[in-house]
């Protein structure tokens, strides 16, 4: 008895620290290329590492069971019905009730320190007319020095393309440029069907809803080319609703800036 708890305790042990270290060690996100993406990466790893204590824990047991309780020569019938067991139904309701909640408590602490539940109608000045209302969006993580010195692009979705006007420049684009390290506040407006922008290196993704401007912030911390994905089914051409953000040095955010500043429009 006592050497089949050791086996268990042991089998328990092996399980956790596998799945730690597979979760520690294995990652199956791409790059991280905003100041969002680590807060976002540390929900990732503890629901990967959570799903991967479920996964090789059952795994074990069933193949276990297999053994344990195949069916012997000798044995005629399907053997002793088994009755309820109380224990155990309680202990396989508490334990991930209490996961449950302590995961969707968790997200809520990172949706916030990305910024998803701060106010959007302040600190938007730019942004937002008083007769405007904003309707959803995620902010910054932090409101630090540079917030003043936001960069302002407006985004258009439409059927079957971004794009991106540059109001300081007056001009538009269908790349989308930015300096690193520097804060970027987007407004977002669809001309006709519900759209949504996903970058995948940035680990944000905002509605565009037709007649209900969104918001979307962000900070690149990673120069290079990074695709602009629609992630919500807007018609038959959606897949390949694709663009292009490219995060450079500022020198080369500039060079770029000024060549296309108040020409024709640039697609
Ligand atoms: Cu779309």
Redesign the pocket.
């Known amino acids: 008895m006592l050497i089949k708890k050791i086996y268990l305790i042991f089998t328990i042990s092996l399980v956790f620290a596998i799945s730690f270290w597979i979760g520690f060690n294995v990652n199956l996100l791409p790059a991280e290329a905003s100041i969002n993406a680590p807060i976002y990466d540390e929900l990732f790893k503890i629901l990967f590492i959570i799903g991967l204590i479920i996964f090789i824990g059952m795994t074990i047991a069933v193949i276990y069971s297999l053994f344990k309780f195949r069916k012997r020569n000798d044995q005629i019938g399907d053997g002793i019905a088994l009755e309820g067991n109380l224990t155990l139904e309680i202990v396989w309701t508490i334990i991930p009730s209490i996961i449950v909640l302590l995961i969707g408590l968790y997200s809520y602490n990172i949706y916030d320190r990305m910024g998803g539940m701060k106010e959007l109608n302040h600190n938007h000045e730019m942004m937002s007319s008083d007769t405007e209302k904003i309707w959803a969006g995620i902010s910054q993580t932090s409101d630090n020095a540079i917030s003043k010195n936001n960069l302002s692009i407006e985004v258009s ?1 439409m ?2 393309a971004f794009l991106f006007n540059y109001p300081k420049g007056n001009f538009i684009s269908g790349e989308l440029h930015v300096p690193v390290d520097q804060k970027v506040s987007m407004k977002m407006e669809s001309k006709d ?1 519900i ?2 922008f996903w970058v995948p290196e940035f680990r944000i993704k905002q509605d565009i809803i037709p007649g209900q401007p969104t918001i979307l912030n962000f900070t690149p911390t990673k120069v290079g080319k990074y695709p602009i994905i ?1 992630a ?1 089914l ?2 038959p051409y ?1 897949g390949g ?1 694709r663009a292009s953000i490219i995060v450079e040095e500022e020198s080369d955010y500039n060079d770029w800036f000024n060549k296309n500043k108040k020409s024709e429009v640039n697609l």
């Open positions: 979705a059927q079957f069907v759209h949504a629609c919500e807007c018609g959606h609703m």
